[in-house]
């Protein structure tokens, strides 16, 4: 039962509520049932189901308090509840919110396209659920819409502006809050059968306490704490929408309306809200509620009820003024771990990697086994990864990783400034990939270290996992030689180039693989291929490879390295220095909250999508595993050299595996 709320006066509110958690549920979309997660709460939801619930209040109110409501009412409740619904997928994207109610946001999960969608579905449900219970409720559904948008719009215009009036902050929230709000009490009402001047008192109702609802809500923005609201507050002052205090403390302090003019950083904003609640402007805006719901109180008056269902139902209006649920703290903290530098590798398999790595010929001494941006790039974190599969897969993996490394740096070495030389080497790594592992087609480090591997990777596997494999390689050989010729050329790509000409050269794809050998699974190309996983896995490489260019700028700008996003912003925009990468920052710290707040959500959805087999919580965990390395990714020893540990001479190692033009094709299979 809905706190305030005396059961003696409403007994079948609670068995009602639940008859309208039947009708909700997910937008159903005929013949895809991977996607229905998109418009589905799940039943752990927070949700309060305040607008259903005042539907319920008003019907009972005009008909019989302690009888069940009828069919109608319930279809009714659950329609605006949807409407509500659709309504915040598209708050969600406006507001760049990554969680709803503690949980990851539509657009955080789906991506802000997929969520517009989502949102405009569960709207369109509501409407078809309104048209079927007749003319007039689709039609005040509609008009309540209208309104919605309408404030919305208003709102959106005035961002960001000091001298926005009290009466234009009134009208955005009539439309956007209260006109949902009275269109619940409208419908509900309508079902009861009574004169049209006692449905509109309750709609007027709704529409009161809506504005003293929102006013509320913003007053707690500027008062409460993050682990009270289960959300991020202070909010509305970051985003330039200036609420009642705000505007009436504006108008009272110049230090504060100077500090509004213009987008404000976080310290900036934190310092507005001392202002604005050193004013006095809370305490006036909590009278001004405080006559909102005088008036919602007075609408109902003269309608001839019953006077305990009238108390009790604006007691209700009353109780959840406060919107505060105690919840965990926002933002989340990241998920990355602490470590000591050279944690990861147990010794065990540190010291078969130096002794495969030298057997290889890929390095040529301790020294070399040990180079900082091949082993260091691989000691993970063993909180951050679950066991493997076992220590023959553990190790297979692990020398795949090195080996990827090493391939890497081939192509990216400096020194490597011929653009034929470049050529050669990507034909000599595709014969070599193609090569049969017991008839090598030439000696040398890489093919020794490759046909040693192949056997061991492609164990268990299926022939199209094989086949799959070894053309991403391939695909990825290209990209890298593309990337080489582009260093020697000097060209800096494009800001929207550079996306996916990074993910080209990313090796994400080998990645996942190296995962899949060391739990011994194979992800099914129709989880790869759900949009929620293939925006976690473009979240994950961006975060990562962005990370990466944030850490290694200073020496991908004297290597001339064209793929480093800091370099394509100052080479678009001609910023300096300093400001490319405090915006590349900015974008990291975003999408690294939004992947932070999309991996909480993939076990959940794995344990409900279809066709998985009842394998999905071992996948989610795979998924779980490369985030985190993703993460961690920045803290690798990979950027810091040790005196313990050499350079591999690269040259060496490209001049056993060119493939040049004018070459007998005999020499390779």
């Known amino acids: ?73 319930v279809r009714a409740a659950a329609a605006v509840e949807l409407l509500h619904l659709g309504s915040l997928y598209h708050d969600d994207i406006v507001d760049h919110a990554y969680e709803r109610r503690g949980r990851p946001s539509a657009n955080v999960v789906w991506g802000s396209h ?24 689709v039609h005040a559904g509609a008009i309540a819409g209208e309104q919605m948008c309408a404030g919305m719009v208003i709102e959106a215009a005035d961002l960001y502006v000091t001298s926005r009036s009290e009466q234009s902050y009134l009208d955005a929230i009539d439309g ?72 009436r403390a504006a108008a009272r302090d110049q230090d504060l309306a100077r500090l509004l003019r213009r987008a404000m950083t976080g310290e900036q904003a934190a310092h507005a809200r001392e202002l604005v609640v050193a004013s006095g402007a809370v305490d006036e805006a909590r009278a001004r509620a405080d006559e909102f719901m005088d008036q919602a109180g007075g609408q109902l008056a003269s309608v001839p009820v ?73 000691r993970i974190p063993a909180q951050s ?28 070495d400096p020194q490597l400034r011929d653009p034929e030389a470049v050529t050669a080497l990507r034909r000599g790594m595709v014969a070599m990939l193609r090569q049969d592992p017991q008839k090598p087609w030439r000696s040398g480090a890489i093919p020794t270290a490759w046909a040693s591997l192949w056997p061991r990777l492609r164990e268990g596997r299926s022939t199209r996992w094989q086949e799959r494999f070894l053309d991403g390689i ?65 979240l994950a490489f961006w975060v990562t490879f962005v990370e990466n260019d944030l850490v290694g700028l200073d020496q991908d700008e004297a290597d001339q390295v064209p793929y480093n996003l800091v370099r394509a912003v100052r080479h678009e925009t001609g910023c300096t220095r300093r400001d490319a990468v405090e915006q590349v920052q900015s974008q990291v710290a975003d999408q690294r909250a939004q992947l932070e707040a999309l991996i909480r ?14 394998e999905g919580k071992d996948y989610a965990e795979m998924y779980v595993n490369m985030t985190n390395v993703g993460l961690w990714g920045r803290e690798s020893d990979r950027y ?8 591999p001479d690269l040259e060496r190692l490209r001049r056993e595996i060119y493939y040049r033009a004018d070459e007998p094709a005999t020499t390779a299979p």
């Open 1 to 73: 039962m809905p706190r305030e709320i005396d059961a003696t006066v409403f007994p079948h509110l609670d068995a009602d509520l639940d008859r309208v958690r039947d009708v909700l549920g997910p937008v159903r979309l005929e013949g895809r049932p991977e996607l229905a997660a998109l418009t589905d709460e799940g039943p752990d939801t927070s949700r309060r189901l305040v607008r259903p619930t005042l539907t319920l209040l008003s019907y009972y109110l005009l008909a019989d308090p302690a009888a069940p409501a009828d069919d109608r009412v």
């Open 114 to 137: 997929m969520a517009v969608l989502g949102g405009d579905s569960v709207m369109l449900t509501s409407v078809r659920m309104l048209a079927e219970l007749g003319r007039r409720e």
């Open 176 to 247: 956007k809050t209260a006109a949902v709000l009275s269109l619940a009490c409208r419908v509900g009402a309508m079902q009861a059968g009574r004169p049209e001047d006692e449905e509109e008192a309750l709609a007027q109702f709704g529409r009161y306490f809506g504005l003293a609802y929102q006013l509320c809500d913003d007053i707690l923005d500027l008062t409460s704490t993050a682990e009270e609201m289960g959300k991020p507050v202070n909010a509305d002052l970051s985003e330039g929408i200036y609420t009642l205090p705000v505007i």
């Open 306 to 378: 019953d006077p305990r269902a009238r108390q009790a139902m604006i007691a209700y209006a009353r109780s959840i003024l406060d919107r505060r649920t105690p919840g965990p703290a926002v933002p989340r903290q990241p998920t990355r771990s602490s470590r000591a530098h050279g944690a990861g590798l147990s010794p065990q398999l540190a010291q078969w990697l130096r002794s495969w790595m030298v057997d290889t010929g890929l390095a040529v001494s301790t020294a070399e086994a040990d180079y900082h941006r091949w082993m260091g790039a691989i």
């Open 385 to 412: 990864l679950a066991p493997a599969a076992d220590p023959a897969r553990e190790q297979t993996a692990y020398a795949m990783a090195v080996l990827v490394l090493a391939w890497d740096d081939l192509f990216e």
């Open 474 to 538: 391939e695909d990825w050989f290209q990209a890298a030689e593309r990337e080489a010729h582009h260093r020697i050329n000097g060209y800096i790509p494009s800001v929207a180039d550079y996306l996916p000409l990074r993910m080209s050269t990313s090796g994400i794809d080998t990645a996942i693989a190296c995962m899949e050998v060391r739990q011994d699974r194979e992800l099914p190309l129709k989880l790869r291929n759900h949009p929620v996983i293939r925006r976690l896995e473009e």
């Open 601 to 614: 959500y993939v076990p959940a959805l794995l344990r409900v999508l279809p066709g998985l087999s009842g």
């Open 640 to 647: 810091e050299p040790t005196s313990a540990s050499a350079a």
